[in-house]
């Protein structure tokens, strides 16, 4: 179970700059002197524990107070490789001073040199810092935004990342017996180019199409209306003379079918009519997402057959459809 706290820092922080420690108010943080609106100039590190081991990368150091006495002021690891880049961790044992770091622990992640960004290019990730307590047997990590990797800004990290008195005194379990142990996790957003589009028509308008079927009383196969418009889209209406399916000699079957509409769902209502003699007419209304495998839908029970004979105008069946386009769902470009 992590157990969080919030960090102000400054807007430097992702980039080099300062970070301050502690869990403080952002008003408290912010000078006496600066506008408390401009809050939105300010971004968090995100502070936590939690027990399980970096997922990416640990770096081990043995005997690490020989960093400094062998002048050794910054390390980086071998090369890792998370996604389809490889990265390193950047560790200042005394501090970044060219970034404020001073008196601190500063670490960085980098794109490898041996993997280098191309112009262009770039990589958005979220990138968290790990130490190890050893006596509490958990790791403290810290976690910035989402942070843009590229050609002209290849590294990102936290130059106070932990204050130096409070990483070296041994009751803290971060450096016990001169040995620490560092990580680092990337998450790559990594983009898919998935996406859609909903359009939804303003003062959609109804387009209604007839069909007059000849000699209906022969008819056994399937039978299609010619295409026609509603609402920029192509339709045509598909009719089973003696039922489909379970609903064979027992009622007539009608749907509604959405001609070439590729990749694209079209969100309609739409009503279908048997009209007969004098007037007389019996109707079903539906509404309905129509595209992908659901180009047609409508009513395999429509109507009993029995009773179609009564709407027959001589031996003509006469069906009429009404389309209304609501709006559309399209991928994004």
């Known amino acids: 179970m992590q157990k969080r706290k919030r960090e102000a820092t400054d807007s430097n922080v992702a980039d080099g700059g300062d970070e301050h420690d502690g869990t403080i108010s952002l008003f408290d943080f912010l000078p006496k002197t600066t506008n408390k609106d401009k809050l939105v100039e300010f971004y968090e590190i995100t502070t936590a524990t939690r027990e399980i081991l970096p997922a990416h990368y640990?770096?081990?150091?043995?005997?690490?107070?020989?960093?400094?006495?062998?002048?050794?002021?910054?390390?980086?690891?071998?090369?890792?490789?998370?996604?389809?880049?490889?990265?390193?961790?950047?560790?200042?044992?005394?501090?970044?001073?060219?970034?404020?770091?001073?008196?601190?622990?500063?670490?960085?992640?980098?794109?490898?040199?041996?993997?280098?960004?191309?112009?262009?290019?770039?990589?958005?990730?979220?990138?968290?810092?790990?130490?190890?307590?050893?006596?509490?047997?958990?790791?403290?990590?810290?976690?910035?935004?989402?942070?843009?990797?590229?050609?002209?800004?290849?590294?990102?990290?936290?130059?106070?990342?932990?204050?130096?008195?409070?990483?070296?005194?041994?009751?803290?379990?971060?450096?016990?017996?001169?040995?620490?142990?560092?990580?680092?996790?990337?998450?790559?957003?990594?983009?898919?180019?998935?996406?859609?589009?909903?359009?939804?028509?303003?003062?959609?308008?109804s387009v209604s199409h007839e069909w007059k079927m000849s000699n209906f009383s022969t008819l056994v196969n399937d039978c299609y209306s010619e295409v026609f418009t509603a609402g920029n889209h192509n339709w045509k209406l598909h009719l089973h003379p003696r039922g489909d399916g379970r609903n064979r000699d027992k009622n007539l079957s009608i749907l509604l079918c959405l001609v070439n509409s590729g990749d694209q769902k079209v969100k309609a209502t739409f009503t279908i009519r048997l009209r007969g003699e004098a007037g007389k007419m019996y109707q079903r209304t539906g509404l309905n997402w129509f595209g992908g495998p659901n180009k047609e839908w409508g009513w395999p029970s429509f109507f009993p057959l029995k009773a179609v004979q009564d709407y027959l105008v001589g031996n003509a069946c006469v069906v009429e459809a009404e389309v209304k386009v609501l709006g559309t769902v399209s991928k994004l470009p």
């Open 58 to 205: 640990v770096f081990k150091i043995e005997s690490f107070s020989q960093l400094s006495k062998n002048d050794i002021t910054m390390h980086e690891t071998n090369d890792f490789k998370v996604g389809d880049q490889k990265w390193r961790l950047i560790l200042y044992p005394n501090g970044d001073k060219n970034k404020k770091g001073e008196d601190h622990v500063s670490l960085y992640l980098a794109v490898s040199e041996a993997n280098p960004l191309k112009v262009g290019w770039e990589i958005i990730a979220t990138v968290r810092f790990f130490v190890f307590d050893q006596i509490h047997d958990e790791y403290l990590f810290k976690e910035g935004k989402d942070r843009r990797f590229h050609a002209l800004k290849s590294k990102w990290g936290i130059p106070r990342f932990m204050p130096l008195k409070t990483f070296i005194n041994p009751s803290n379990g971060y450096l016990v017996d001169d040995t620490c142990v560092f990580g680092v996790e990337v998450f790559v957003v990594k983009s898919l180019g998935l996406g859609e589009c909903l359009t939804l028509k303003v003062s959609p308008k």
